[in-house]
């Protein structure tokens, strides 16, 4: 039997003031990025600051309308809306002016929105309606189909139809729910392992052997992918004769490639190319005859990798914006730009650091003041902070953000049902990335691709969908007493 309970009792208050204090601090440090000695009000509506004290009343006014909905509502239309915002997403561009490189925004009247802030939102409603039914688990990797082709479609779409990467790799903040529902660490592991693949690929790409021929890239990627395959074999088969057999594979090759390279030019290009079709062949092998069909998954990791690394170069010359490229080969160390793509991050550095233990004070910050800082008071929002109140001020900032967000993986934790957990883990893993990747590209950790600190940040698609985003999860949560086990 079900019991009543008051919604309004039933709200996890601490994480309305949290939201509130992030708020409001963000508020204060809008206001102090765009201060000027002229500008007296921080309620002035011609400012920043006043339009975000406006977004952050509308935010909370729509908040509390969807807290008034029943939760229930939100899984009824999670596919109905999915599929609308798809078709959003795809007149999106014809509808947008150009932006930075972005097809992203809509103008409507005096406002700009952003139609991709809300996708994250909807496709967690999305993901959480599959995943959660009754009869749902992740046995294998078939059973992840549909769910990571949910994520992949607004993704895609936000990538390369509207050109807006740093939101479409929002999505990928998602892995965190894949993983507590049953994902295997393997892809992770695999995910970060291809990221490494890039990194290699584009900062080594061009540079030589100090020996033979060939280039430090393809040399790095091809040890990567060996330490992968080698470590899948001891932790996951426990076959210590397959894993010696590939490492003794790959120094042996290597060995006798340095010997005869005194004598004659060896290009070591081919032999990773050689070594890499060897163990491709060798484990295709090991599961048609063997019938060891677990290894099926490095043969697919080997060939995919082997696409992936010869893609690298073209996706990254093709489908990354020049600024977006730009901004890689600075952070990378392949161009030295301080004042084009590196200007913001080594102004952000100089702000923050000039800052030091305890800050120069609110509305004192002279690097603010001069607008050293593009996007003070957006993407770079945080070098305020780190500026006007120091180590301290930052510091505690990050402790509030890292409460909120364990409070929200309590909340999921408590939920009576998948659907709800799911989501609260969507809606988690979310507030994690954009907080990581916000603070790594102010402090040049990084690229820059244009992430919103969340609730902190100016502007009013973000305000919104945020806490659009948080609203639903407080309402299931409110729920969640009146749900039997």
Partial sequence: ??????????????????????????????????????????????????????????????????????????????????????????????????????????????????????????????????????????????????????????????????????????????????????????????????????????????????WGEGNVGILLCYLVLMAVVVGFVLLHEQDWKNALIIAGGVIGMYAIGLIINVWYTVNFNLISLIALLAALIYYTVVVIYRRHFSMLLVTLYIASALVFCEACTMVFNKVLQPHQRTRIEVLLGLKDDPTGAGYNVNQSLIAIGSGQFSGKGFLKGTQTKLRFVPEQDTDFIFCTVGEEWGFIGSAGLLIVYLIFIVRLIFIAERQRDNYSRIYAYCVAGIFFFHLTINVGMVLGLLPVIGIPLPFFSYGGSSMISFTLLLAVLLRLDAERLNKLH
Wanted: aromatic share 18%; net charge positive; charged share 10%.
């Fill in 1 to 210: 039997m079900t019991r009543n309970n008051s919604i309004i009792s039933g709200l996890d208050w601490w994480t309305i003031v949290l939201f509130l204090a992030i708020a409001l601090f963000g508020w204060l440090n809008i206001y102090a990025a765009g201060y000027t000695f002229e500008q007296t009000s921080m309620f002035d509506f011609s400012n920043r600051a006043g339009k975000q004290f406006l977004w952050i009343g509308i935010a909370c006014a729509l908040g509390i309308t969807v807290l008034f909905v029943e939760g229930r509502t939100y899984e009824v239309i999670a596919y109905l809306l999915y599929a609308f915002w798809i078709l959003v997403l795809l007149v999106t561009p014809f509808l947008a002016h150009n932006t930075k490189g972005s097809m992203s925004w809509i103008d409507i009247g005096p406002l700009k929105f952003q139609p991709a802030e809300l996708a994250k939102m909807i496709t967690a409603l999305a993901l959480a309606k599959y995943m959660g039914r009754y009869d749902y688990r992740v046995r294998s990797w078939r059973d992840l189909l549909v769910p990571f082709a949910l994520l992949a479609l607004p993704a895609g779409i936000i990538m390369v139809w509207q050109q807006e990467t740093g939101s479409a790799l929002v999505f990928v903040s998602f892995l965190l729910m894949f993983y507590r529902f049953g994902m295997s660490g393997y892809v992770l592991s695999g995910g970060l392992s291809f990221a490494l693949l890039f990194i290699c690929s584009i900062r080594f790409g061009e540079v030589a052997l100090p």
